[in-house]
């Protein structure tokens, strides 16, 4: 089972500021099929980055994913009011198709 | 507009049995694979379980194989999780999903939400 491992658990920044996502995994993730999710209360998670550097359908083009093997990270620049959210990485490239356990963006 | 909407969730007792249903509509629901993601509180989103457009393939995570059965109907544009010897730690809220084109999960119901307790 590839686990993921998020940093930091909690990020505090203000609007304006740029904020960058570590998704660490246990083992190689395949063919870098790695997602990225926004989850805000009361809403479903929605799909930013897939591949690990894709944006989905609708994604701003301030939200970059990058990464490779067992790094990857989410940057977020120039923070609006609407970022501020929960966000999970999910390795797809083989089963079980594990989440990270989720950086918290608040603001400071 | 693609639209996933689950029903069946409440609540059952630690070891009933519990069968969810997804219903999609606004596309071609047997061009897809379908998985279910479920998130209790405090503890992240969870992978259960996925299986492809024709059910040729299935998986499940480890905490549910065995008890969980995850079904599609491609006629009547459904998807199913049957829930088998429930234990209080499956109460979640459980989200019927559908892969994105590119890869991901690209769409997501608004969740069922189901309660283990005696």
């Known amino acids: 089972e590839v686990v993921l491992t998020q940093s930091p658990g909690t990020l505090s920044l203000s609007p304006g500021e740029s904020a960058t996502l570590s998704c660490r995994a246990s083992?190689?993730?395949?063919?870098?099929?790695l997602a990225w999710y926004q989850r805000k209360p009361g809403q479903a998670p929605r799909l930013l980055i897939y591949?690990?550097?894709s944006r989905a359908s609708g994604t701003p083009d301030r939200f970059t994913g990058r990464g490779s093997g067992t790094d990857f990270t989410l940057t977020i620049s120039r923070l609006e009011p609407e970022d501020f959210a929960v966000y999970y990485c999910?390795?797809?490239?083989?089963?079980?198709?594990?989440f990270g356990q989720g950086t918290k963006v608040e603001i400071k | 507009e693609v639209q996933l909407v689950e029903s069946g969730g409440g609540l059952v007792k630690p070891g009933g049995s519990l069968r969810l249903s997804c219903t999609a509509s606004?596309?071609?629901?047997?061009?897809?694979?379908m998985n279910w993601i479920r998130e209790a509180p405090g503890r992240g989103l969870e992978w259960v379980a996925s299986?492809?457009?024709?059910?040729?393939?299935?998986y499940y995570a480890d905490s549910v194989q065995g008890r969980f059965t995850i079904s599609r109907d491609n006629a009547k544009n459904s998807l199913y999780l049957q829930m088998n010897n429930v234990r209080a730690e499956d109460s979640a809220m459980y989200y019927c999903?559908?892969?994105?084109?590119?890869?991901?999960?690209?769409?997501w119901g608004q969740g069922a939400l189901v309660t283990v307790s005696s």
């Open positions: 083992q190689r993730v395949s063919s870098s099929f």
């Open positions: 299986i492809t457009s024709e059910s040729s393939y299935i």
């Open positions: 606004g596309y071609t629901f047997n061009d897809y694979s």
């Open positions: 999903t559908r892969d994105a084109s590119g890869g991901g999960l690209g769409y």
């Open positions: 999910q390795q797809y490239g083989s089963s079980p198709y594990t």
């Open positions: 591949d690990a550097s």
